[in-house]
Each structure stands twice: as C-alpha cells, then as structure tokens.
C-alpha cells in the first residue's frame, strides 16, 4: 500500500512517498533517487508522521542534498553510447528497425526514444533470464514460486508474497549474473521464511555463500541502475 505526501522541512517543500507493510514495527526513513520515501506499520496514525519529520528536518534535507550531489550522471543513450549489461559495459547503437542485444552491443531502433526502447528491451530479456535462474535456484534449493513477475520498483531489487508471488526488478539486467542469483535465491529463500531471521540467512548461506559480497555490490553500484 503507497501513497504521497508533503511536508515543509527547514523552509523547504519536501514531496515524500509512504509504503505501509504489516511486517514493520517502527517508522523508517530512506533516501535515494527517488527521493524521500517513509516506511510506516500498516495501522500507523498518518497525523502522529508530521512531529517525526520536524525531528528528523535537518537530517532529511542535509541527506537529500548530499544524496543529489553524488548521484551518478545518467549514461548517454545516443549511438556510441554505454550501457551495463549483465555485468559488462556495451556500447549502444542506432539501427532502423532493431531492437536486440547482440554479443558486442546493445541495438536500439533508430528514430524511437532510446529510453523507452532500452526499457522494452531490458524487460523482455529480463523475463527470460529471470525465468531459466528461478528454474535453476528452484531445482537446486528445493522452493518454486506459485508465480514470477517483474517488479518496477524504485531502489527494491526483489519481493516475495505470502502467497508465493517471487518478483524481480527489471533493472537488474545490467548487474552480473551473480548479484542476479543472489537476488533470486535471496527472494525464493522468502518462499520458507518470510523474515530476515537468521534462519532465513543461513538458508541464504546455503545456497550462496558469497551473498554479503552481493548485497555489498548493489548497495554500491545499484543506484547507476537507476540513473537512466
């Protein structure tokens, strides 16, 4: 459940978006490309928000500011242009009618919007690489999802629902295979214990035991994902 909101911060309009989840406890506070997102406990008061934020002011707007001065440029779209794929950097190109990834570019259809294209493209490879590693993991560790779709959030790599529903973000196309597989195994580990538990890691651990060096990537480099 989402919605937006908007508070005066230190003298400043600051937009903000709200995700409630049954699974929280407490208020929390991120700040990434897409601004300043709240997460609240499903039956959190909306009028008991606005003191935390005044609480909170200096440190919202300093990590805004200091978010936006370091964000990575977004990559040039444009013939001759760069884009990751799957862990390696591949160099764009503009042809009529085309839109596939070839072993040393990425071909966008000339004429189109090249973000809007490289989007279509990223999703529908997406589908099929995420389909054959779930495949994989699932046959490995023994948990298959009822369903797997992608996920569009912003800055959210991966869900899994109570109801076996295994969601994967489309972005994840540019990061190397093994930050994808442990991003699917992380979310089919869901599938047993729908927590961060240490039981829930060592399941994790198992089947990836490199996961912290993974995580430790996307929290790293994941925010070029999002640059474009």
């Given at each position: ?136 993991w699932s046959a490995r560790i023994g948990l298959t ?80 994902y999002f640059a474009w």
């Amino acid at each position: 459940m989402s919605a937006a909101g908007r508070a005066v911060l230190e003298g400043r309009t600051i937009d903000y978006q709200i995700r409630r989840s049954a699974r929280r406890r407490s208020v929390g506070l991120r700040i990434d490309a897409s601004g300043l997102t709240i997460r609240l406990p499903a039956r959190f008061p909306l009028d008991h928000l606005e003191p935390i934020l005044q609480r909170k002011a200096s440190w919202i707007v300093s990590k805004l500011d200091l978010y936006h001065t370091k964000a990575p440029p977004p990559p040039s779209l444009a013939d001759g242009g760069r884009i990751d794929w799957l862990g390696h950097s591949l160099p764009i190109r503009h042809e009529v009618g085309r839109l596939i990834v070839e072993p040393d570019a990425v071909v966008l259809p000339q004429g189109q919007d090249p973000a809007a294209a490289l989007t279509r493209l990223m999703q529908r490879e997406a589908r099929r690489h995420f389909a054959a590693r779930v495949a994989h993991w699932s046959a490995r560790i023994g948990l298959t999802p009822q369903s797997l779709a992608l996920s569009h959030a912003q800055k959210r790599w991966g869900s899994c629902t109570a109801q076996g529903v295994v969601r994967l973000n489309w972005r994840l196309m540019q990061a190397p295979p093994s930050v994808i597989d442990y991003v699917v195994i992380h979310e089919l580990c869901h599938l047993e214990e729908l927590n961060h538990s240490d039981r829930f890691w060592t399941l994790v651990e198992s089947a990836c035991p490199d996961w912290r060096e993974q995580r430790a990537f996307l929290k790293r480099e994941g925010d070029r994902y999002f640059a474009w």
